[in-house]
C-alpha cells in the first residue's frame, strides 16, 4: 500500500489478556517504529527496528512488552498480560535509511487504539 | 538528555490570524534533527518538515514558514493568514544522531475559529 498500515484499527480486552498489534510499512522502508500516545504521557517511543533487528529497546515500558520484525517488513507488538494503563493508541512510523543518515522523516499509520476493561 | 518543550497547550484565533507555535529544544549532540508534525482530529501524525542541525536557513511553505534559531535552541513555526483546516495539534519533535528515535514535545492544540 501506499502509507503505513496497522491493525487492527480498534481493540478492546480485558485486563490480563496478552494483544498482538500490526504494522505494515511503506515498501522499502527498512526503519521501524513503535511509539505510543496516551493522554497522560504524550508521545513515547517505544522500540526501533533497522531490517529485522532492533537495536533500540530503550522505550519498552516493561517485560511485558515485546516487539519483532520479520523478512525486513511486517512487524508486531506483543503486550502480554495487559493493564488498563496500557490503554493508548499505538502508532508505527517507517523511514528511508540513505547515506546521510537515520534521521529521514518517519511517516505515521492511522495508529491501533487499545482499550483494556 | 533530549527534551522538547512547548509551552503553549492550546492557542485559539480567528481565521486570517498568523500564529507562532514556540518550540525549544535541549541536546547535547552536535548533530540533530528537528521536525514538526501536525495530528488532525482524524488522528494520523502528518509529517510537515525535517531540520538538521548545520542549517539555520529559514523555510517558507506556502502559508506556512519555520524559524531555526541555535543560540535560543528554539523551532519555532508560524502560520500565517490561518484557516479553519490549520485546526490541529501541532509536534515538535528532535532527534539526536544515533538511531532516528523522535522525542516529541507535549504538543500544542491550535483551533482556528471562523
Known amino acids: 500500500g501506499a502509507g503505513v498500515s496497522q491493525s487492527p484499527s480498534n481493540k478492546v480486552t480485558e485486563k490480563g489478556k496478552d494483544v498482538e498489534l500490526r504494522c505494515d510499512p511503506i515498501?522499502?522502508?527498512?526503519?521501524l517504529y513503535w511509539y505510543r500516545q496516551s493522554l497522560g504521557q504524550g508521545l513515547e517511543f517505544l522500540i526501533y527496528f533497522q531490517g529485522n533487528s532492533a537495536p533500540d529497546k530503550s522505550g519498552l515500558p516493561s517485560d511485558r512488552f515485546s516487539a519483532e520484525r520479520t523478512g525486513g517488513s511486517v512487524s508486531t507488538l506483543t503486550i502480554q498480560r495487559t493493564q488498563q494503563e496500557d490503554s493508548a493508541v499505538y502508532l508505527c512510523?517507517?523511514?528511508?535509511?540513505?547515506?546521510?543518515?537515520?534521521?529521514?522523516?518517519?511517516?505515521f499509520g492511522d495508529g491501533t487504539r487499545l482499550s483494556i476493561l | 538528555a533530549q527534551k522538547v518543550t512547548q509551552a503553549q497547550t492550546e492557542i485559539s484565533v480567528v481565521e486570517k490570524e498568523d500564529v507562532t507555535l514556540d518550540c525549544v529544544y535541549e541536546t547535547r549532540d552536535t548533530t540533530y534533527y528537528l521536525f514538526w508534525y501536525k495530528q488532525p482530529p482524524s488522528g494520523e501524525l502528518v509529517f510537515l518538515i525535517r531540520r538538521n542541525s548545520f542549517d539555520e536557513q529559514n523555510e517558507i511553505s506556502g502559508r506556512y514558514s519555520w524559524n531555526f534559531q541555535k543560540s535560543t535552541s528554539s523551532f519555532n513555526f508560524t502560520i500565517t493568514a490561518s484557516q479553519v483546516v490549520d485546526s490541529a495539534v501541532y509536534f515538535c519533535?528532535?532527534?539526536?544522531?544515533?538511531?532516528?528515535?523522535?522525542?516529541f514535545g507535549q504538543g500544542t492544540e491550535l483551533s482556528v475559529k471562523p
Open positions: 519533535a528532535l532527534a539526536g544522531n544515533q538511531g532516528g528515535k523522535l522525542i
Open positions: 512510523a517507517s523511514s528511508l535509511v540513505t547515506s546521510v543518515g537515520l534521521n529521514q522523516p518517519q511517516h
Open positions: 515498501s522499502g522502508h527498512t526503519a
